[in-house]
């Protein structure tokens, strides 16, 4: 339910500032003195189009915030969860900010969203029935979301499966029809896989091969050198002209530590040789453990320079790196299963785009049986409302367009549109071709007083629905909002005093002109405000004792 709403720099209102109750709430006034600017208003809070149109001449920006009361709804509740909204004292404040640079800022409970959000969440908090929701009658594909929204409960877990079966089913007939009209290019994309996955498995690459390789060859290519250098090394170590090395520096060393103990300088320089002496003779025994190992093999060279370029010419064609080749591999790999699981059996492919189609036809069958009994259902009712809105003679319909085999949609087999027969005699036909704008006014408050009963949505708007009807129909449709305002808030504009008089609450909107500027001014109407608003209603600028007396006998009546 909208608690409160705040407007400031929209359209020709500067400030506006309002509270609601629950139940019905009319609004009415002379033509462009703003009302439907407030009911654009909330519109916008509801995840609206917004516009730097909206935006007051003179204003940077427009401002919104919106206080609704959040409805006893578990879906809503996880839906707001899911967005991280939090929601535990049962109010949702909504604030939207549009720029004349283009901004657009919205926040709910203080977290900032955007705009499809918003209207996620606007779509179920205020249902905005207008003119333009009239047009909907006028569209017959959009009939058939009107029949499903009605059988909503019955009809939701099986169209759930259905789409999940008729996406299913759209992958098989879409991998068939590639697969058939391009059967050279998938011959063709098959056999280079083929030959890339085989170029690449019998290569067997390891990812550090690379680089280990090119180390080993880098020592064969340089064997004369790293076999002369090791020589000269030990040749040095073991022996020469002069002697060891190692020996010399024993010598040196044992001479040192003779003299270590008359001075600390002494006993410095003799650990520092006894260090040096100990670590070369670790370099020596290495030096000759790597002389032992060394060995020249031309053929090993061979398979490496080989193996070198093996892989050389892999990554030249799939990838920079051994990792990238393999990468790639894997990718290809799993496409080439792919398209040999299908081309293994063209057949059995087209076997499971049929066992699909089955599937999918025995769902849409279910689909449709449960539409027809709740059209069967709707029809009623919808008869049931029209005769209280004074077209008791009119025949409404659900029709089924005949299909001689299944045509398969996101949203079943079944092409829906409403027909009506307005008086006896006249030929029964297409809703938008037959029933003039008052008629199309009074299905469409039919059938929004039947969907009331369960669509869940706090705050109904009704802006200017009553158009083209009067005398006995009008008051008709008064009691119809009236009896949609006993399960929800209900917002109405109206120029009609029938429908103004059954309402809890009246405010009054008019404009005025201060310093050049228009400006919207709403009150809220007290008994005797009412009455006077009631008469200038009935019979215009003139308010006459006679008019009076008319509206305080239609509040008395609506009271009653």
């Given at each position: 339910m909208l608690q409160e709403l705040t407007i400031d720099n929209l359209a020709i209102?500067?400030?506006?500032?309002?509270?609601?109750?629950?139940?019905?709430?009319?609004?009415?006034?002379?033509?462009?003195?703003?009302?439907?600017?407030?009911?654009?208003?909330?519109?916008?809070?509801?995840?609206?189009r917004g516009s730097q149109e909206y935006i007051?001449?003179?204003?940077?920006?427009?401002?919104?915030?919106?206080?609704?009361?959040?409805?006893?709804?578990?879906?809503?509740?996880?839906?707001?969860?899911?967005?991280?909204?939090?929601?535990?004292?049962?109010?949702?404040?909504?604030?939207?900010?549009?720029?004349?640079?283009?901004?657009?800022?919205?926040?709910?409970?203080?977290?900032?969203?955007?705009?499809?959000?918003?209207?996620?969440?606007?779509?179920?908090?205020?249902?905005?029935?207008?003119?333009?929701?009239?047009?909907?009658?006028?569209?017959?594909?959009?009939?058939?979301?009107?029949?499903?929204?009605?059988?909503?409960?019955?009809?939701?877990?099986?169209?759930?499966?259905?789409?999940?079966?008729?996406?299913?089913?759209?992958?098989?007939?879409?991998?068939?029809?590639?697969?058939?009209?391009?059967?050279?290019?998938?011959?063709?994309?098959?056999?280079?896989?083929?030959?890339?996955?085989?170029?690449?498995?019998?290569?067997?690459?390891?990812?550090?091969?690379?680089?280990?390789?090119?180390?080993?060859?880098?020592?064969?290519?340089?064997?004369?050198?790293?076999?002369?250098?090791?020589?000269q090394a030990m040749t040095v170590f073991n022996g020469s002209d002069q002697g060891a090395v190692l020996d010399q520096i024993a010598t040196v060393m044992n001479s040192i530590n003779e003299i270590a103990e008359f001075d600390d300088a002494y006993d410095s320089l003799s650990k520092s040789l006894n260090d040096a002496y100990y670590a070369l003779q670790d370099v020596a025994t290495e030096a000759s453990h790597q002389l032992d190992l060394l060995e020249f093999d031309d053929n090993r060279l061979e398979e490496i320079d080989q193996r070198l370029t093996t892989i050389g010419d892999l990554e030249h064609k799939y990838g920079d790196s051994v990792k990238d080749v393999l990468d790639y591999y894997a990718k290809i790999k799993q496409e080439l299963d792919s398209m040999e699981e299908a081309a293994d059996s063209n057949s059995d492919l087209e076997e499971r785009l049929s066992t699909a189609e089955e599937k999918l036809t025995k769902t849409g069958q279910q689909l449709s049986q449960i539409r027809q009994q709740a059209a069967h259902q709707l029809t009623k009712l919808v008869h049931q409302q029209l005769k209280e809105l004074y077209m008791d003679k009119a025949v409404f319909e659900v029709h089924f367009a005949k299909q001689s085999r299944p045509h398969f949609t996101p949203t079943g087999i079944d092409e829906v549109e409403f027909y009506i027969q307005t008086n006896p005699g006249e030929t029964m036909g297409p809703l938008a071709r037959i029933a003039s704008g008052g008629e199309l006014s009074r299905v469409m408050l039919a059938l929004k007083t039947i969907f009331a009963q369960n669509e869940g949505v706090t705050s109904i708007i009704f802006d200017e629905v009553d158009t083209g009807v009067s005398g006995r129909v009008a008051q008709s449709i008064a009691d119809k909002i009236k009896v949609i305002a006993d399960k929800s808030q209900v917002l109405c504009i109206t120029h009609?005093?029938?429908?103004?008089?059954?309402?809890?609450?009246?405010?009054?909107?008019?404009?005025?002109?201060?310093?050049?500027?228009?400006?919207?001014?709403?009150?809220?109407?007290?008994?005797?405000?009412?009455?006077?608003?009631?008469?200038?209603?009935?019979?215009?600028?003139?308010?006459?004792?006679?008019?009076?007396?008319?509206?305080?006998e239609l509040l008395k009546m609506a009271q009653e």
């Open positions: 209102i500067k400030h506006l500032s309002l509270d609601f109750s629950d139940h019905m709430t009319v609004l009415t006034g002379e033509t462009g003195a703003g009302k439907s600017i407030i009911i654009d208003a909330v519109g916008l809070l509801a995840g609206g007051r001449r003179g204003a940077d920006k427009l401002s919104l915030q919106g206080q609704f009361a959040l409805p006893q709804d578990p879906e809503f509740n996880e839906l707001l969860d899911s967005l991280g909204i939090d929601h535990e004292d049962g109010i949702l404040i909504i604030s939207r900010e549009i720029y004349r640079r283009g901004r657009n800022v919205i926040r709910v409970n203080g977290q900032l969203i955007n705009t499809a959000t918003l209207r996620q969440i606007g779509s179920r908090l205020v249902d905005i029935q207008g003119q333009n929701e009239h047009q909907l009658l006028l569209q017959p594909e959009m009939h058939l979301g009107m029949l499903d929204q009605f059988a909503h409960n019955d009809i939701q877990e099986l169209l759930d499966r259905y789409r999940v079966e008729y996406q299913d089913y759209m992958k098989l007939k879409a991998a068939v029809s590639k697969k058939q009209n391009n059967e050279q290019q998938w011959a063709q994309r098959l056999d280079m896989l083929r030959y890339q996955v085989k170029e690449i498995s019998e290569a067997n690459l390891k990812v550090d091969e690379e680089e280990q390789l090119t180390s080993e060859r880098d020592r064969l290519e340089h064997f004369q050198q790293i076999n002369n250098s090791l020589q009609l005093p029938q429908v103004a008089a059954v309402a809890q609450h009246h405010f009054l909107i008019q404009k005025h002109v201060k310093d050049e500027r228009t400006t919207t001014m709403v009150t809220i109407l007290d008994e005797t405000q009412r009455v006077n608003e009631l008469a200038r209603m009935l019979s215009g600028e003139k308010v006459t004792k006679l008019t009076k007396e008319h509206a305080q």
